[in-house]
């Protein structure tokens, strides 16, 4: 991994009366200091991070905009912190862990694709001492504004997150699927149909990833499939191709939903394009 100075963003401690010059990158992060580096705003963290990407050779800066929102955090339960962050752009959510070793040299250590509440993403959820991470990750999306997610656990393994949804059983029967299942009952007869889609397809995805029932949507799918909404037919198709096996079911719902959305939006290129053909 390539390792990049550490960058300094001035802040002015007092302590006993006498000025004291500090920064995000000069202080180490552990125990001693984590008090000091949660007063840091996130002006401040944005400053940190630019001055990082052009000592790195990254001469593009993060706007406020792009940074969501920082922790830092003890993951391993050693007493060294990390800054976890959220980035988001067009189309794009990213949780990033920024690292610093022992000598001070900052590294981009993981980032993974999702968003995250980073106020409740970041719990001890086995008891071990270590951390994992509730990442919302990415299950189907319509536009960049309107999309549906699903809350992934990720476990710390030799100093990487990997992600081990299955092992947390606990953690979405107690506080996930429930309030699931209280949306899904309160919505069916709703107007909104495409809101209660996304909230089906992420029961399903839990259920499907904890092995309960590997199948769990295809029947819902299939309704969908009768639907002339576009969102409905994308989210079929996505479901099919999610389950699997079932790729001329997921290949007609595509065509379906194409067509679907060059009736709602035929100034669509793509819709134009057939067109002319």
């Given at each position: 991994?390539?390792?990049?100075?550490?960058?300094?963003?001035?802040?002015?401690?007092?302590?006993?009366?006498?000025?004291?010059?500090?920064?995000?990158?000069?202080?180490?992060w552990n125990e001693s200091n984590v008090a000091t580096l949660r007063s840091f705003d996130k002006a401040a963290v944005?400053?940190?991070?630019?001055?990082?990407?052009?000592?790195?050779?990254?001469?593009?800066?993060?706007?406020?905009?792009?940074?969501?929102?920082?922790?830092?955090?003890?993951?391993?339960?050693?007493?060294?912190?990390?800054?976890?962050?959220?980035?988001?752009?067009?189309?794009?959510?990213?949780?990033?862990?920024?690292?610093?070793?022992?000598?001070?040299?900052?590294?981009?250590?993981?980032?993974?694709?999702?968003?995250?509440?980073?106020?409740?993403?970041?719990?001890?959820?086995?008891?071990?001492?270590?951390?994992?991470?509730?990442?919302?990750?990415?299950?189907?999306?319509?536009?960049?504004?309107?999309?549906?997610?699903?809350?992934?656990?990720?476990?710390?393994?030799?100093?990487?997150?990997?992600?081990?949804?299955?092992?947390?059983?606990?953690?979405?029967?107690?506080?996930?699927?429930?309030?699931?299942?209280?949306?899904?009952?309160k919505g069916h007869g709703s107007q909104n149909a495409e809101i209660l889609a996304g909230?089906?397809?992420?029961?399903?995805?839990?259920?499907?990833?904890?092995?309960?029932?590997?199948?769990?949507?295809?029947?819902?799918?299939?309704?969908?499939?009768?639907?002339?909404?576009?969102?409905?037919?994308?989210?079929?198709?996505?479901?099919?191709?999610?389950?699997?096996?079932?790729?001329?079911?997921?290949?007609?719902?595509?065509?379906?939903?194409?067509?679907?959305?060059?009736?709602?939006?035929?100034?669509?290129?793509?819709?134009?394009?057939?067109?002319?053909?």
């Amino acid at each position: 991994m390539k390792k990049i100075a550490a960058a300094a963003v001035a802040v002015v401690l007092t302590l006993g009366g006498v000025a004291v010059a500090a920064d995000v990158g000069s202080l180490a992060w552990n125990e001693s200091n984590v008090a000091t580096l949660r007063s840091f705003d996130k002006a401040a963290v944005l400053k940190f991070l630019n001055k990082v990407r052009h000592d790195g050779g990254v001469p593009e800066q993060l706007t406020p905009n792009e940074l969501g929102g920082f922790e830092w955090a003890d993951l391993a339960g050693d007493g060294h912190y990390q800054l976890v962050l959220t980035s988001s752009g067009p189309c794009a959510h990213f949780v990033s862990i920024i690292d610093q070793d022992a000598s001070g040299t900052v590294t981009d250590r993981q980032s993974l694709a999702g968003s995250a509440d980073l106020k409740t993403a970041i719990r001890d959820l086995s008891g071990n001492g270590r951390d994992e991470l509730i990442v919302e990750v990415l299950l189907v999306e319509h536009d960049c504004a309107d999309y549906v997610s699903w809350p992934a656990v990720y476990r710390l393994e030799k100093g990487k997150y990997v992600e081990a949804s299955r092992d947390f059983p606990e953690f979405y029967d107690n506080e996930v699927l429930p309030k699931l299942d209280d949306k899904i009952s309160k919505g069916h007869g709703s107007q909104n149909a495409e809101i209660l889609a996304g909230v089906i397809m992420v029961r399903d995805k839990i259920l499907r990833v904890l092995g309960r029932d590997p199948t769990a949507g295809l029947e819902q799918a299939r309704q969908w499939m009768k639907s002339d909404d576009p969102d409905l037919l994308h989210d079929a198709a996505v479901t099919f191709e999610e389950v699997g096996g079932h790729e001329e079911e997921s290949r007609a719902a595509s065509e379906a939903y194409e067509r679907a959305l060059c009736v709602h939006s035929p100034s669509m290129a793509m819709c134009k394009d057939a067109a002319a053909r």
